[in-house]
């Protein structure tokens, strides 16, 4: 059901590629925590992988929701081949040089002209 829910929310390749994992709320801060679903990057179906856990989450400050600032904290899942050498999938999620989602960087980018490292909503 909250799943259901996000897709309205979260970027789509957010929804398709990871789980929500836990959601904290601290102060006017909404913290959504997600890590990225054990499925194989296209790339690397020929090689025998398996899942190694994650690097450390990063976190990205995304569209406010009900007035409260929303932060997404990632965590990139590892694989690792027979060998031991490390894989990954690269995500494009942030707008270059910051720490916003790339939607929420372009609509603050619009609203305001530039990207503020603090306001209401950022």
Known sequence: MIQSLFRY??????????????????ESVLHLYLDECDIVPEEYKDLCLSSNGFYAASALKD?????????????????????????????????????????????????????PDSSPIS
Not at 9 to 26: C, G, K, R, T
Not at 76 to 87: I, L
Request: charged letters at 35%; aromatic letters at 16%; proline letters at 3%.
């Open 63 to 115: 569209f406010p929701l009900r007035d409260k600032k929303v932060v997404l904290h990632l965590r990139r899942r590892r694989w690792v081949d027979e060998q031991g050498k490390s894989y990954s999938r690269s995500w494009d999620l942030a707008a270059e040089g910051t720490r916003y989602s790339r939607e929420f960087a372009f609509f603050l980018k619009e609203a305001f002209g530039y990207l």
């Open 9 to 26: 929310v979260l970027p789509s390749e957010l929804v398709d590629f990871f789980d929500l994992i836990d959601l904290q709320e601290h």
